[in-house]
């Protein structure tokens, strides 16, 4: 038996806090929160630290078209569909009041996640024209990260037990995310056959700008420090390169959920 790559090694180019929770713990103890508390008229700046999660991120796909010595002129191929995962989500986010309920801000948050891609390859016979036999795996443990600054434009409405904030903005993504390069397999003569063997990745970066929008609610037990939930909806989409010279289109952002100390000053 011997194990064939359909490429020689090559270089491509270049506890989660959901929001509903925190909301059901602000209802619960707002009735310990004063009007004093939520409103605090001398505080201008405030500060969001939180935990969650975001929504599973979209599933995509990649085609790579390749010749081999071993096949001669003709060209085999391998899809690879990369399923998503659910991502572990931190965040810090922070701004200033600059006119009545008006505020400016911006924050940034980071999701990563491993997720698994099917993989099904189509290689030609090495002495047979046109008798192409297909391969199936799965390759477990693609790594992805995806960091979001966001920019953000609020309005901030102090209520008697609660402040409540409302922010929209761009948002500008960067992600790295492992894409399978290369597909081995096995055969044994007279190659009627060959089953998968494992894949080769690679970590690809890029960068985008998107857009998102959100609302904070927060409850504060005295002048300076609370808890709250934030929901954050962000999008944007991010071209990867592949590993044949082309690029796999990659959605990135989701809806988050968090919940968190908050601060004022």
Known sequence: MTRRSLFHPVGCRAVPVP???????????????????????????????????????????????????????????????????????????????????????????????????GITGRLPHPFVFDRLRQIRGTEAGLARQETAVHVQALWVMPADWAVISLFDGPTFFSVTQDLVTDVMFDQTYPYTEATFAGARRRAQSASTTGGHV????????????????????????????????????????????????????
């Open 19 to 117: 929001a509903a929770c925190a909301i059901l713990v602000l209802a619960a103890l707002a009735g310990g929160a004063g009007p004093a508390a939520a409103q605090a008229s001398d505080a201008r700046g405030f500060l969001m630290i939180n935990a969650g999660t975001q929504t599973a991120s979209a599933e995509f796909s990649d085609t790579i078209t390749f010749s081999h010595p071993l096949f001669g002129p003709e060209m085999g191929s391998f899809d690879t569909r990369y399923r998503g995962g659910g991502d572990t989500l931190v965040d810090l986010s922070g701004g200033v009041r600059i006119w009545g309920r008006f505020a400016v801000g911006a924050g940034v948050s980071q999701v990563s996640h491993e997720d698994e891609a």
């Open 214 to 265: 959100g609302a904070d609610i927060a409850v504060y037990f005295s002048d300076r420090v609370g808890i709250g939930g934030t929901v954050r909806i962000s999008r944007g989409s991010v071209d990867v390169d592949a590993s044949d010279g082309g690029t796999v289109a990659i959605d990135v952002g989701g809806v988050q959920m968090s919940g968190g100390l908050r601060l004022r000053f």
